[in-house]
């Protein structure tokens, strides 16, 4: 059984920075050898997928992030990260970490980022 536990929301005003994390566990979770992602959900609206990083490190972002997100990992410590820069009231949400493509199962509580103008 996998837990991902996120955790570095908060509420920032338009413009400034914030840095998520999120830490996995579980005794037969490889997790180096996953696909990893960072998805978000504001209120009224779906769940939408934000960044992915793949074993390699290779990554991707949804068009409205490049250039202000960026995804990494340290398999060391089974973490993955999200730093948000030049945020916008637009990046309000819930944000979860979850594998790629997600498991129902692993989705955690999330994180509340809130972005003020």
């Known amino acids: 059984q996998v837990q991902l536990v996120e955790s570095g929301g908060g509420l920032a005003q338009a413009g400034e920075s914030l840095r998520l994390s999120c830490s996995a566990s579980g005794s037969s979770f490889v997790f180096r050898a996953n696909a990893m992602a960072w998805y978000r959900q504001a209120p009224g609206n779906q769940r939408e997928l934000v960044a992915t990083?793949?074993?390699?490190?290779?990554?991707n972002y949804l068009e409205s992030v490049k250039g202000r997100f960026t995804i990494s990992r340290v398999n060391a410590e089974k973490k993955v990260y999200l730093q948000m820069s030049n945020l916008k009231p637009d990046d309000t949400a819930v944000y979860y970490c979850?594998?790629?493509?997600?498991?129902?199962?692993?989705w955690g509580q999330g994180t509340q980022v809130t972005v003020s103008s």
């Open positions: 990083i793949n074993s390699d490190s290779s990554t």
């Open positions: 979850n594998k790629f493509p997600p498991r129902p199962y692993n």
